[in-house]
Each structure stands twice: as C-alpha cells, then as structure tokens.
C-alpha cells in the first residue's frame, strides 16, 4: 500500500530510469538523474531543517529543471512544497510568507535579493555542490515512513479578500485519487509527452508532476513568454512531439483567431484537456476541426478540489451557439447543487455547486477562520460530520446528467487560468494605496477584462493606476478599464452595488 507520491515515483525509476523525465530547451535529465539530484537535496534539507516533518517549504524558481528538482527534493525530505512565482511583486511575495511561514525558501542568487527582507531562511540551489552532496536514500525512506497518505503534498496560494493570499492544502490522497480515475478513463501508460505551459504556482503543473512520478510520463517545460508568440509556441510542440497538453482556453482561443492551426500541424498531440475558464464554442470548433484524431475533454474544479472535479469528454461535434458542459464528476467525487434553502436542486435547477470526497483540500493554512466558511457540514446530511466544499459558482443538472456551469455567486472569478478574489484589489486599492476613496471591481465576461469602478475628487489616469497596481499585483489581477463614478451606487443597506456595477459593465460590451 502506497502512501506517499516518492512510493510511485521510484517504482516509475526502476521501470524508466535512463528515459528523459524533463526537458527544457536543450537541457534534460533522465529519471534516474532526477531522483539522484532529489535525494540529495532531500538528505541535505534533513539537517538544514533540522529534522522538520510535515512542514511547508518555500520554492521562489522559474520554470525550469531545478525547480522540479526542488520540489521533489522537498518531498524527499517529508515536507510538502510551496512554488512561488518569480514575477509577483515584492510585498505579495512577503505576505505570503509572513502568513505561510515556511521553514524555508529554496531559490537562487539571481532571485534572492527579492527575499532580502524575508525572515524565512533562503537557501540557494545553484551553489550546492552536487558531486559532494550526500544522498542517504535509507534515511529518507525511514523518515517518509512516518508519513500518512493524507498528509500534505502542497500548498497552493490562491487570490485572498484582504489583500494576503490564502494557501490551499493538498494532499498525497487526492492525488492518488485523480490520477487512478485519469489513467482509467482517458488510458494514460507513461509513453505521454507532456507540453507544460501552466506557471508553477498552479495545480495543472502540480497534476503534470503526479504524472511524471506515477506513470512515467515525459514533461517539456514550457516558457510562459511562448504564450504572446503562439505560432512559435505550436512549433515548439510540433518538434518536441508532444502529446498531450492541460492548458487553459486563453491562449487556445489566440491560436484559434489566429488561425495557426492551419499553417501549423500538430501530428502527435492525442489528448487536450483544457479548465480554468469558458471556452467559447466557436474557437472551441476550430480546434475540433482542425485536429480530428485528437480527443477534447473540458474539465472543472477551483484550486480547494484536486484537481478538477468534473469532466467532459467531447464526443459529437457541438453547435457553435452551444456552451460547452463541464460534464460529469470524477468517480469517487459527489457534486451536489444546492439552492438558496439549501436543498438539492432539480433537474434544470441552478444552484451552488458544492463538492464532497476524498478531492477537497485540507483546508487553508494558518486560517482556520476561513476555511470553516469554505468546508461547511453538508446541509443534506444530518446524521454525521461531512463536510462539503462551497465553491460559489452557479450550475445545474441537464437530464443526460450532464452539468452546466452559469457563472459565479459572488466576486470570486477565474481571469486568465487563474483565481481572483475581486475583493482584493479592492482591498489593496482603497486600504494599501490608497489610490481612491471607494472602488468596486466587477468582471467583464465577453472581454475577459476585470472593470474597476471608483468614487474620487480626481480622475486618475490608467496609467497611474497601472503604475501603481504594478507594485501590488501581478499582471493578471490588474484591471483592464478605470471608470470614474461621482458617486458608486449603493443598495438598500448601504452597500455598493456590486450587482448593479456588474450588469452595467456587461451590457455595455
């Protein structure tokens, strides 16, 4: 019986250990090199973390060889990773690890300078001294030993309402649970090529990982810079023979508007899954079309479930005025869709869409207060403790049983693949820069742009504000329109009139 994600991998090493696991332009390293490499990181965290089990550890890396080196050597040392992004401004950055308080970073020289102020201790990859490194696979096994299936695999820090993110943790079960339903259902067996475009600060490369370590599978690293050339980001899948890609819609609709898939084949991909947002039909099609022996599947779930939740694969071509469903949930996965009484909805019904299972995160670290009002006891259930996840998006039921995601209940939105609470940019925005009097961010779903709406003796300029918010957010949560109001409108009990501001902003598309 396997209870930790290293059991599967080093089975995967005896079977595939002269194989290339990663490749990254030029560079690539076997699986034998990559759990060598792992194991020795693992034996010298022991003693640098003086023995820590269970811990979090910080990684403030690129996307590139070393970091999968360091999470896995993370794993080895029994403690669960944390990816940071090198883009994200400096404060956030802080925030995140004055609330997380990692026992330690793993980064480099070129980046450590952004940790200067950091209380967490830094360490650097990229002067160890590998060929002087132990690697103590016994005393790494003894201690992993100690570990349970539900302990922490990783802490993913999702968008948070007061201006600090919250990490979400997840653990070696959920994903023992995934990937045993993928490889079931859609026939996964090692020989994939995997073209790793997701940052590493979200789940899908965490899957891609899970992948690597339990069936063999080969990950081709992908620069986030591909994504604003995309004909050179379909050629680099074109040469690497990738196989299978897990992407969110954005930069398929690109390709899809674009056109490239008519000036560039794609013979070796097999397998698409895309999550993370709507992708409209009409690109949708051209894909479809294009690609003909090429399975398309769409699949759903926030960052709280692992990975995703539902899936559907699509098997007859649709309408172009047909939303795509986010199909039906994983085996061992209980969707329920709850109206306003708490009820399960009918047939036809919307509702929230909550989920139960073994998929649900942990919880969020070090914030117990809002992880009680995310996990609730299922109000269906009267009998025993059983709790549920509340995701705020709106669905319901077709009579195939297939689910039809509407949109969200409250200012929680998926921009751009990633998870934002609206909130806070609010929050940022009138408390931390205080840029504005008042503001209220809405979503603009046609234009996938987030509107900022605000109340100000001034009217500042886009470029203030860019200027600004550069210091506070990453790119993706910065607001694409500025709309000065004299004064925001406000509801019955006085508060801004988010309902209100967000159907003005998608009528005027």
Not at 54 to 62: E, R
Not at 305 to 326: G, K
């Amino acid at each position: 019986m396997k209870s930790h994600m290293l059991d599967y991998f080093e089975e995967t090493v005896k079977r595939r250990g002269n194989t290339a696991a990663v490749r990254h332009h030029d560079q690539e390293i076997t699986f034998a090199g990559l759990q060598e490499k792992a194991e020795k990181l693992g034996t010298w965290l022991l003693s640098v973390l003086e023995g820590s089990v269970n811990t979090p550890v910080a990684v403030f890396l690129p996307k590139e060889i070393p970091t999968v080196i360091a999470d896995l050597g993370i794993l080895y040392s029994s403690n669960f990773f944390m990816n940071l992004d090198v883009k994200t401004p400096k404060e956030r950055i802080g925030n995140i690890l004055e609330l997380v308080k990692p026992s330690a970073v793993v980064t480099s020289r070129k980046y450590a300078k952004a940790l200067a102020d950091t209380a967490v201790p830094v360490l650097l990859i990229d002067e160890l001294d590998w060929t002087q490194l132990s690697q103590d696979h016994d005393a790494l096994s003894a201690r992993r030993q100690e570990l349970i299936d539900t302990d922490p695999f990783c802490l993913i820090n999702t968008s948070g309402s007061t201006g600090t993110p919250k990490g979400v943790v997840l653990n070696h079960r959920s994903f023992f649970d995934f990937m045993t339903v993928s490889n079931e259902r859609f026939g996964f067996d090692g020989s994939e090529i995997i073209g790793s475009l997701s940052p590493v600060v979200f789940d899908i490369y965490d899957f891609e990982l899970c992948m690597l370590m339990v069936n063999g599978s080969q990950l081709v690293l992908l620069d986030a810079m591909l994504a604003a050339f995309p004909a050179r980001l379909l050629e680099t899948l074109r040469d690497a023979e990738v196989s299978f890609i897990f992407w969110v819609p954005s930069i398929m609709v690109n390709i899809a508007n674009m056109g490239l898939l008519d000036k560039i084949a794609l013979p070796s991909l097999r397998l698409v899954w895309f999550a993370g947002e709507v992708f409209p039909t009409k690109q949708f099609l051209v894909w479809y079309d294009k690609l003909p022996d090429t399975t398309f599947a769409n699949l759903y779930g926030p960052i709280e479930i692992t990975l995703d939740c539902t899936y559907y694969v699509v098997e007859q071509r649709p309408e172009e005025s047909e939303p795509l469903p986010i199909g039906i949930p994983y085996h061992n996965t209980d969707v329920i869709l709850l109206n306003d009484q708490n009820q399960k909805c009918a047939v036809g019904e919307e509702g929230e869409l909550c989920v139960r299972g073994t998929s649900l995160a942990m919880g969020y670290y070090n914030n117990p207060e809002k992880t009680a009002a995310a996990f609730t006891q299922n109000p269906l259930n009267t009998s025993y403790p059983e709790l549920i996840y509340r995701t705020g998006d709106m669905a319901y039921r077709r009579e195939d049983g297939n689910i039809m995601f509407k949109g969200r209940k409250d200012s929680l939105i998926k921009h751009m693949g990633y998870r934002i609470e609206l909130g806070e940019i609010e929050h940022v925005i009138e408390n931390d820069l205080k840029l504005v009097k008042y503001c209220c961010a809405v979503y603009q779903y046609a234009r996938k742009e987030i509107v900022l709406y605000y109340q100000n003796d001034a009217e500042l300029t886009d470029k203030d504000f860019r200027t600004a918010l550069s210091k506070a957010f990453p790119a993706y949560m910065i607001p694409a329109v500025y709309v000065r109001m004299e004064e925001l409108p406000r509801n019955t009990n006085g508060k801004i009139d988010r309902l209100l501001l967000k159907t003005q902003a998608n009528e005027e598309a």
